[in-house]
């Protein structure tokens, strides 16, 4: 299916998998802007790279790497809550 690098199919599977992954993402964080924009980051990064072409099991794939997508996502948006808690204490506020 996307092993010739079909747009077509590549479209495809984004339909295919846009729903529960949706789902997956809104499991992590109730936000359905988040959901989406990772959703979008996910297929870029995917449409970009050569990985999807050479893996066997592309719902697993899709799902460890979106999962890891997500923690990073998590994990920057907890960095900017504790830098701006830094910045406060720097500057004397607590």
Request: include cysteine; aromatic fraction near 16%.
């Amino acid at each position: 299916m996307i092993r010739n690098g079909d747009r077509v199919a590549f479209e495809q599977l984004y339909h295919r998998y846009y729903s529960p992954l949706k789902s997956y993402a809104l499991s992590f964080r109730y936000d359905s802007d988040w959901a989406e924009d990772c959703i979008q980051n996910l297929f870029v990064k995917l449409f970009t790279s050569e990985a999807l072409l050479a893996c066997q099991y592309v719902r697993a794939y899709l799902y460890r790497s979106f999962r890891n997508l997500l923690l990073d996502q998590l994990g920057e948006k907890a960095n900017d809550v504790s830098m701006d808690g830094l910045e406060y204490d720097v500057l004397g506020g607590r």
